[in-house]
């Protein structure tokens, strides 16, 4: 992937707190890949009104990764606030525009909220190569170059 692009894919990472360790693995593929990830803990600085980024950051990402885990369709609390956030920012999108992407961790419920969307076993051995398929599947819609990100 030309790593010099002037437009940039902004992929926003929804998850649970419990499951950083697997999503900052996630950040850090797509980082490698040439995509442009906002993981509150890499992109929040000090001094921000962190509720304030993350609403921002949802609302003027390209796409949302919403990741899946047993622990996150089952815990209250703000990635569920972030999950709304999103669903109500891709109303206002086109139909058949791929803005939300849900991503299964592990092998777990999906929410009824998201379960119209197809999702993504990231846990599967070309889960990840699926997950960047849908990335340039939008991103050819939107004069993203990403053909040549290697899965």
């Not at 950040?27 to 890949?33: F, G, H, P, Q, W």
């Not at 939300?100 to 998201?114: G, M, N, T």
Request: aromatic letters at 8%; glycine letters at 4%.
């Amino acid at each position: 992937m030309n790593k010099n692009l002037q437009n940039t894919l902004k992929v926003f990472l929804c998850h649970a707190s419990e499951d950083k360790p697997v999503v900052r693995k996630l950040a850090d593929r797509l980082l490698s890949d040439g995509v442009d990830i906002w993981l509150d803990e890499k992109s929040i600085v000090p001094g921000q009104e962190w509720e304030n980024e993350i609403v921002n950051a949802v609302k003027n990402a390209d796409v949302v990764v919403i990741c899946l885990s047993h622990r996150a369709i089952k815990k209250t609390g703000y990635a569920q606030k972030e999950i709304r956030v999103a669903i109500e920012t891709a109303d206002l999108k086109p139909e058949g525009t791929i803005f939300i992407i849900p991503a299964r961790l592990e092998d777990c419920a999906v929410p009824a909220k998201l379960n119209k969307l197809q999702w993504v076993n990231l846990f599967e051995k070309d889960g990840y190569t699926k997950l960047i398929h849908a990335l340039n599947l939008y991103a050819n819609s939107k004069e993203f170059d990403f053909s040549q990100i290697n899965p």
